[in-house]
């Protein structure tokens, strides 16, 4: 993503887009779009916003990402980090699939039904008829989650813990199940509280189950 916001204020002014933007400072920039995002949506939002709520000018914020999808996109993948980093996927030489995806589902559920995962669906909702290559970025920004899923299950297989002949297919079976449940479907209608984290627990396990059940 960087070398892609490099390339485009290259080509836009003409200049080299100087040194690499402080961690810290693009930590605030990330920050303060992530509120303003979920207060205006992508559309509402300015980037002479974000770089005077930033305390950083136009040119640092823009060396960095090259318009509001690329940023928008660095909260997303920052969420994502947060919740699911690539720990959460690893096998140790004595786990159990039921462990792994027990501890993947919930991680899983936490970010979807969490007030951050849930704004982020609904602006990503209101934005896509207008802005149709923010859901293709989208799409594409989940690229990391679900080759660390697809290797996942390969790596069960591999073990012989499951019969898995399609991870990818076997991903994407795992993650509709706790996808359609009605925990998550309640948060992203705003119906009723979050779920807690033992409701969570408890319908994690149960899909679990079933899906260790489809792969014996």
Same mark, same amino acid.
Do not use: W
């Given at each position: ?20 933007? *402080?961690?810290?400072? *693009? ?34 914020? &823009? ?17 994502? /980090? /947060? &919740? ?31 007030? *951050? ?48 002949? *399609? ?35 408890? &319908? ?10 489809? &792969?014996?």
């Amino acid at each position: 993503m960087t070398k892609t916001g490099a390339t485009a204020v290259k080509t836009n002014s003409g200049r080299s887009p100087g040194r690499p933007v *402080d961690p810290r400072k *693009d930590a605030v920039i990330r920050d303060v779009a992530g509120q303003l995002f979920m207060v205006n949506g992508v559309q509402g939002t300015t980037m002479d916003q974000i770089a005077q709520g930033a305390g950083v000018s136009k040119l640092t914020l &823009y060396r960095k990402y090259p318009d509001k999808n690329a940023l928008f996109m660095a909260v997303v993948g920052c969420k994502c /980090d /947060d &919740y699911m980093p690539e720990s959460l996927f690893e096998l140790g030489k004595t786990s159990k699939a039921e462990e792994v995806l027990g501890r993947i589902g919930v991680a899983l559920m936490e970010l979807t039904t969490h007030d *951050d995962g849930v704004n982020l669906h609904r602006i990503l909702s209101a934005e896509a008829g207008r802005n149709p290559e923010l859901g293709e970025q989208f799409a594409c920004g989940l690229k990391r989650l679900k080759e660390c899923m697809r290797n996942t299950m390969a790596e069960i297989a591999r073990k012989g813990l499951l019969k898995i002949e *399609d991870p990818e297919e076997a991903s994407g079976f795992f993650v509709a199940l706790l996808m359609g449940s009605e925990l998550v479907k309640h948060a992203n209608l705003g119906i009723g509280k979050r779920p807690t984290r033992p409701a969570m627990e408890a &319908y994690v396990k149960k899909a679990v189950k079933f899906f260790l059940k489809a &792969y014996a």
